[in-house]
Structure formats: structure tokens, C-alpha cells
């Protein structure tokens, strides 16, 4: 078949094959640049004499390739495709290899039967770019939160793209108010108006995909500068007082990127220290805080532009008490002559409160205490007064205590005498003198009137003789008091005692006394009976 005729046969047939059953698939058939296409058809098992494939880009149809039928040796390639086509003479396939941009277009079939009947069919061939390329720009190299407008462009080679956007793993979420998507020609544009601190963490990875190639951007993240925000002192509520010289800090933090820079205030004035930790041993080194005072920190943002500040925190610095001593007096006390005058004081320290007791309980009634209780009279001492005084002075850091043993001397007092006062003879003796006084009394005994040689406070006597009866006067004496005082005891040395009864004996005793009583009555009643009484009458 001469060219010319061929083509005007495929004119024709082009014309006519519009109408008729199509011989090929719907299209477009989608192919990547450089690699190979094998255009289908619907054909199988064909009869034909020839079928002869044609190309068309918007002009007239050029012939690509020719095959003859079974028993034909047809098989021609246009000098174009030379090496690059061929068609399976079973099938009709035409495959095209190493695809060019100028590949894309319309390409027909005709299939002539051997009765010349021609079948046709036609195909739109795409050849894309491959997708490659792939890159999200940021028109702003970082970002200020609320106040920037950011504009993200994705933009990559190949045909037909199609961009999405993933926020980590999901798509981004567009508004269409303050985050814009915006799709282009070949490219795709994210806008995020007063973009958040959270927008462009992502990371954010833009997708090019057409129908046959998918391809992914490097995953991009944008810092976006915010805060500070959330600006807070620790610890927010502490002591009302802290210890002086304790180990004590404030520290200050914020929500910010980037991180904060602090300063602090006392009492709205600001303090020469900076950063995060404001240390105790600053402020009283700057002599901030022996007034209860505020303490407020500012945290500033220098890409933001914003300082924020946190709530007051609010305490004093106190001095911890020590070296607390409780003075009383020196000499020698003695109870109702002397009085005493303690007084409490601390070395070092802000005391606030002094409290008293006298071994462990409230001092007694009678005690006078100065206006600030840092002393107390006792006036006159009393016996009562021995003991241990204590004081404790406190304020809200710490306390202490000191103690004051005060001796007062007192008595002897009237002794007090216990031992039997009758005793048989033999009997061992006993007697106890005691005589509450301080210091202990010195005891002498004193027997009918002569001094003896006992000078315990026990009067011992192994065996009781008659002589030993008599009157024992034990006397105290108290060199410090220069007092003494005496108390007389009489003992009596006896034979020996009645014979305790035995038990039939009270038995006996009780029936007699009974009986007794039983004959008493029994003659009350008979008297009663016997005895008249006269009448008045
Ligand atoms: C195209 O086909 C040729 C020949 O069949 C083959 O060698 C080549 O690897 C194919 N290329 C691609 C990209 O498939
Ligand atoms: C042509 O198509 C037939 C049927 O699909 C197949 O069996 C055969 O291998 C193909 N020939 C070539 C050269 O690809
Ligand atoms: C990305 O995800 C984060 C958290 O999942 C969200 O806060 C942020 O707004 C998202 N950004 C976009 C652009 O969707
Ligand atoms: C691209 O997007 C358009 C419109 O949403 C859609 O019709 C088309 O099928 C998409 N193509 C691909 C390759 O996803
Ligand atoms: C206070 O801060 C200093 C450093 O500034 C640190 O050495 C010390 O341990 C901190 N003390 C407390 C109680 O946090
Ligand atoms: C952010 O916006 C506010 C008000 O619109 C402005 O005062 C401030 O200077 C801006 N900050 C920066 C860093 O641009
Ligand atoms: C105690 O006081 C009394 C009377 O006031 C006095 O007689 C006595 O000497 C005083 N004792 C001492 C030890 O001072
Ligand atoms: C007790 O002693 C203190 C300190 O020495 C003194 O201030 C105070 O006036 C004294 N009190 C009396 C009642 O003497
Ligand atoms: C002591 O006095 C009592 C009573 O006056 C008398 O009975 C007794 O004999 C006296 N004893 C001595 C040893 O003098
Ligand atoms: C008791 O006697 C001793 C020795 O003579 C003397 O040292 C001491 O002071 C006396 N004690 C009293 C309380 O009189």
C-alpha cells in the first residue's frame, strides 16, 4: 500500500471509526517520561489484513506503524518510532519504548479485514513527568506567633500534580479563614494568617502525586517564636517567714520559645539579679527582705518582642534565734527571805514570742512576768519554787529553749514521826523522822530529854527493853536556813500483849453472848405478861 493511500484511507476510516464500536479502551492512558507504554486493545484473537497504528497531535494523523495480517509479511515502522515500536501481531498492542514529551496525543487504530471492513479506535496517550523535586519554601525563615503571616509554597517537576499537605501523619486541616490552601498550576500554597506556636511544628511533608508517580517533600518545620506565656514563681506560696542564710531559691519559668530571660522585682523595685533562680543568699546579700515583702519575676521574649510577669510571691527574711540563755540569780536562795528575778534572752535572733514553764507546767500564780515576758519575778520564793525553769523563745523560723535550775532553800519544816507506838519486848523498833526541807535536814535524837548519838533520820532499835520506853524528840536542823524545828514521839515497851483468841474461842464468846440475849428477851416478854398494870380507873 503507497503512503498516500494508506493515508487517505485512514482519513476516512478516522471519520467513520468515531461512530463505530471502538476497538480500544477509553483513555487517556497515562505513561512516564523515558519509560515504555503498551497501548491495548480490545481485540483478541483478531482477523485482519492489515492493522495500521497512526499518531495525532492536533493535526493531521501520521502513521506510526503498519502491520499485515496472518500470511502477510507487512511490517512497517515510520522513521520516527523506528526502534522504539512495535506491535504483537496477535494482539494488536503497540508498545512505544523510552517515551518523549512529543509522545502525547491522540493515536488510533484501524483494523482492516480481509473484506475490507475497517474497525477503528482511538486513545489519548499522556506522557507525563516523572514527579521529582518535591519541596515546601517558607517565605519567612521563622515566625512570631500571632503576629506573623506565614506562607508555605510547595512547588515540584512532573505533569498533572496534585498536591496534599500532612500535619504529622493527618492532612492539614485548612479553615479557609486563617489557614488558606491554595492550589496553582504546579504548586500548592499554604497560608497561615496569625500563625500558632503549634501550626508548623508537624513536621509538615507536601505530597506530588499525579496518577502514576507519587513523590514526598523533605519534612519541614518552621520555628515559631511565642510567649512568654504561663510565667510563674516557685515555690508560689511559701513560708511567710524563711530562715535567714537557709538554703532557699526562687526560681522563675515561662512558656517560651525562645527560652525567657528574668528579671525579678522586690516590692516593685527591681532587684540587681537576673535569670531563672533569684537564690536567698542574693536578696539578703542585696539587703532586700527583712520587710515581709512582694517578689514578682518578668520574663521578656526578645524574638516576641512580649514580657509577661508572674503573680507575687510574697514572704520575709528572719534571723534564726540562738545562744539563748535563761540568767537567774547567783546566791543563796532561801524561801520567803529572797525573791528571784529569771530573765530570757537570745544571743542573735528576732524573738517573738517567749513562753515559760516550770518543770514542764505553767509557772504559778504569783509569778510576774515583765510586759514582753522576757523576765518573771518571784517574790517572795517559795519552797515550791525548786526546780527547773525554762523559757522558749521563738519566732516563726525556730526556737529555743533555755533552763534555770533554782534552788530555794527552805525549812526543816515540823518533822513528821512514824514507828509504832507500843511494842512488845523484843520487839524490833523503828522510828522515822522526815522533815521536808533543802537542803535535807540534819536529824539529831533527843531521848527522855539526853542527846543521843543517832543522827539519821531513822531511830533503829534491834530488841525493845523496858528502858527503851520514853519520850524520843527527833530534831531537824538546816544549817543554810539556820533553822530547826522538833517533834517528840513516845514509845511504850510492854509485856507481851492479850494471847490473840483462838477461833473457837470467838465461836464460844458468840453463842454465849447470844444466849445471852436470847434469855434477856424471853424475860422482857414474860415480865410483860406477869405484871399487871394498874388501871387509872
Ligand atoms: C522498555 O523496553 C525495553 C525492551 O523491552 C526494555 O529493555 C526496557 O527495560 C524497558 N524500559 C522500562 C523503563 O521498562
Ligand atoms: C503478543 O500477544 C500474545 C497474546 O497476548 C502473547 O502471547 C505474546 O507473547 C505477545 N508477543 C510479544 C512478542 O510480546
Ligand atoms: C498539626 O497538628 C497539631 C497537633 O496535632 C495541631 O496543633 C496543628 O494545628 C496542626 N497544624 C496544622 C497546620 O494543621
Ligand atoms: C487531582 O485532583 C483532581 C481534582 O481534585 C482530580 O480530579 C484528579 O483525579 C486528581 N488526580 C490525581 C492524580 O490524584
Ligand atoms: C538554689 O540554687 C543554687 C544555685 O543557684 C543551688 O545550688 C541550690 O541547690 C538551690 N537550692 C535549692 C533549695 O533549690
Ligand atoms: C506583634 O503585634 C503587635 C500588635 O499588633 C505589635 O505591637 C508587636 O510589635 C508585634 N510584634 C512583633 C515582634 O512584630
Ligand atoms: C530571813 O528573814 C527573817 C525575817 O525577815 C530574818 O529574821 C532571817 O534572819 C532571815 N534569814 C536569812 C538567812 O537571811
Ligand atoms: C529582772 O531583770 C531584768 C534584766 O536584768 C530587768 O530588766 C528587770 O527589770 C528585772 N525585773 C525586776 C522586777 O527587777
Ligand atoms: C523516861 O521517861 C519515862 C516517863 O517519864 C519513864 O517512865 C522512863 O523510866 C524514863 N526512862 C529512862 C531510861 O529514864
Ligand atoms: C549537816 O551536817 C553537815 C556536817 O556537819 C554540814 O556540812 C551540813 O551543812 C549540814 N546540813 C544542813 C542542812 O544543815
Known amino acids: 500500500m503507497d503512503p498516500f493511500r494508506l493515508r487517505a484511507l485512514l482519513l476516512f476510516s478516522a471519520v467513520l471509526g468515531r461512530a463505530a464500536a471502538s476497538v480500544l479502551p477509553d483513555g487517556p492512558v497515562d505513561a512516564v517520561l523515558g519509560r515504555n507504554v503498551t497501548l491495548e486493545t480490545l481485540l483478541r484473537d483478531p482477523q485482519y489484513a492489515f492493522i495500521v497504528w497512526s499518531f495525532s497531535d492536533d493535526s493531521d494523523p501520521e502513521p506510526v506503524a503498519t502491520v499485515g495480517g496472518s500470511g502477510s509479511t507487512t511490517y512497517t515502522v515510520s522513521d520516527p518510532y523506528k526502534d522504539r515500536v512495535s506491535v504483537n501481531r496477535t494482539n494488536g498492542f503497540l508498545t512505544l519504548r523510552g517515551l518523549r514529551s512529543a509522545d502525547s496525543g491522540d493515536y488510533s487504530i484501524n483494523v482492516i479485514g480481509a473484506d475490507g471492513v475497517t474497525r477503528t479506535g482511538g486513545v489519548k496517550l499522556r506522557v507525563l513527568e516523572p514527579v521529582s523535586e518535591v519541596l515546601i519554601k517558607s517565605d519567612v525563615p521563622e515566625a512570631v506567633e500571632h503576629n506573623s503571616t506565614v506562607v508555605l509554597i510547595c512547588t515540584a517537576k512532573g505533569s498533572f500534580l496534585n498536591f496534599t499537605w500532612l500535619n504529622g501523619t493527618a492532612a492539614v486541616k485548612a479553615d479557609g479563614r486563617r489557614v488558606v490552601l491554595k492550589e496553582e498550576e504546579a504548586s500548592s500554597q499554604l497560608t497561615f494568617y496569625g500563625v500558632l506556636r503549634t501550626d508548623l511544628k508537624g513536621p509538615l511533608v507536601c505530597t506530588a502525586a499525579n496518577k502514576l508517580e507519587t513523590d514526598k517533600s523533605a519534612a519541614f518545620s518552621l520555628t515559631v517564636h511565642y510567649g512568654p506565656d504561663d510565667v ?25 520559645s525562645p527560652a525567657a530571660t528574668f528579671r525579678w522585682f522586690y516590692n516593685e523595685q527591681q532587684v540587681q539579679a537576673d535569670g531563672p533562680v533569684l537564690p536567698l543568699e542574693t536578696i539578703e546579700k542585696l539587703g532586700h527582705g527583712q520587710q515581709e515583702g512582694s517578689y514578682t519575676c518578668v520574663a521578656a521574649n526578645a524574638k516576641t518582642g512580649r514580657a509577661a510577669r508572674s503573680p507575687p510571691v510574697t514572704f520575709g527574711v528572719m534571723e534564726p534565734i540562738s545562744g539563748a540563755t535563761l540568767t537567774g540569780p547567783s546566791g543563796v536562795l532561801i524561801a520567803g527571805n529572797h ?127 523496858y528502858s527503851h520506853s520514853g519520850t524520843y524528840l527527833c530534831e531537824a536542823s538546816n544549817a543554810v536556813t539556820g533553822r530547826t524545828s522538833s517533834k517528840a514521839f513516845t514509845l511504850s515497851v510492854k509485856e507481851e500483849l492479850v494471847e490473840g483468841l483462838s477461833d473457837g474461842a470467838i465461836a464460844g464468846i458468840v453463842i454465849a453472848v447470844l444466849v445471852a440475849l436470847g434469855a434477856a428477851v424471853a424475860l422482857v416478854f414474860y415480865c410483860r405478861q406477869k405484871v399487871p398494870v394498874d388501871s387509872p380507873y
Open 232 to 256: 510563674q514563681i516557685r515555690p508560689s506560696k511559701p513560708a511567710r517567714f524563711i530562715r535567714s542564710r537557709s538554703s532557699f531559691n526562687l526560681s522563675c519559668s515561662a512558656v517560651s
Open 339 to 465: 525573791s528571784a528575778n529569771l530573765s530570757c534572752a537570745a544571743a542573735a535572733g528576732a524573738v517573738q514570742t517567749i513562753s515559760w514553764l516550770k518543770d514542764g507546767q505553767p509557772l504559778r500564780p504569783g509569778a510576774v512576768f515583765s510586759p514582753d515576758r522576757s523576765s518573771v519575778l518571784l517574790s517572795p520564793l517559795l519552797k515550791e519554787d525548786n526546780g527547773k525553769v525554762s523559757c522558749r523563745l521563738s519566732n516563726p523560723v525556730n526556737a529555743e529553749d533555755a533552763v534555770f535550775t533554782l534552788v530555794v532553800n527552805y525549812g526543816p519544816e515540823t518533822p513528821a514521826v512514824s514507828g509504832r507506838e507500843a511494842v512488845e519486848v523484843e520487839d524490833p523498833v523503828t522510828l522515822t523522822c522526815s522533815a521536808p526541807s533543802q537542803p535535807p535536814a540534819n536529824y539529831t535524837w533527843r531521848f527522855n530529854g539526853s542527846l543521843t548519838a543517832v543522827k539519821t533520820a531513822t531511830y533503829t532499835i534491834d530488841q525493845a527493853r
